[in-house]
């Protein structure tokens, strides 16, 4: 949903002593200039399930929705393999069938592949074989560790569940659950993308929340009064007061 906002001034001149704060609200009572049409949401999807790779669902809700047949990638199914192979722990596999469909890519893009390399450290600490584990990441991980401060940190932050009896109950036991590694296979594919130069290397509907996240954020620093999402999954509105 758009909103039509009045035009913003931040002019900090003062032609008196006492400073007046100014307020902007939004009229509630003011009906919408712009509505999104069903067509404009449901290509958003769209595109987003083919950006990310999910060949079938994009089929079966191009049928569902009457839309076009989408205009699939030529490596969509190779980019759904490997997807596949990082979201279920087979990271060696992964890294295989990247480097057979672009092999400078993870040359190149080095933080990528230290992410791979940490997904499959991961697997090792969840697996319980911690020996493996510290001597994977003093072979594999040290390097990048010493060349990189975010690499590095990372790297403690991993290392770091071994420490504990059970690493699924620890401090980082975010690097264990399924979004971890599912923004990894996000970031993985955006990365084939634009090695061929694709429009899009990330989803518009990623692109969207993001920018929604951050004009509220803007609004709020100069206390200005809006309609705010205050829930993304669930698209609720909070009205001002």
Not at 8 to 21: A, I, L, P, R, Y
Not at 95 to 117: G, K
Not at 119 to 129: T, V
Not at 188 to 210: D, F, G, H, V
Request: hydrophobic share 40%; proline share 5%.
């Amino acid at each position: 949903m758009l909103f039509d906002f009045p035009k913003m001034s931040f002019d900090t001149s003062n032609n008196s002593s006492n400073k007046e704060e100014r307020k902007y609200y939004h009229d509630r009572n003011k009906p919408d200039d712009l509505q999104i049409s069903r067509t404009d949401m449901n290509m958003l999807i769209m595109n987003y399930l083919v950006t990310e790779g999910f060949k079938e669902a994009a089929l079966k809700f191009q049928q569902e929705a009457g839309l076009q047949e989408p205009a699939l990638c030529s490596s969509l199914d190779e980019r759904i393999m490997i997807r596949e192979a990082v979201q279920s722990g087979r990271i060696p596999d992964a890294i295989a069938m990247v480097n057979a469909l672009h092999p400078e890519l993870l040359d190149t893009d080095r933080y990528l592949y230290f992410h791979l390399q940490q997904l499959q450290l991961l697997e090792l600490i969840r697996a319980g074989r911690a020996e493996e584990a510290l001597a994977f990441a003093s072979a594999t991980l040290a390097e990048a560790g010493a060349n990189d401060n975010n690499a590095l940190t990372e790297l403690e932050r991993s290392l770091a569940l071994l420490a504990f009896p059970d690493p699924h109950a620890s401090p980082f036991a975010d690097l264990l659950l399924p979004s971890h590694s599912q923004k990894i296979a996000s970031e993985l594919n955006a990365a084939i993308l634009k090695m061929e130069n694709q429009e899009y290397t990330n989803p518009k509907l990623c692109s969207l929340l993001r920018m929604i996240l951050w004009s509220q954020s803007e609004l709020d620093k100069h206390n200005i009064k809006y309609p705010k999402m205050t829930d993304l999954a669930n698209a609720t509105i909070e009205q001002p007061k």
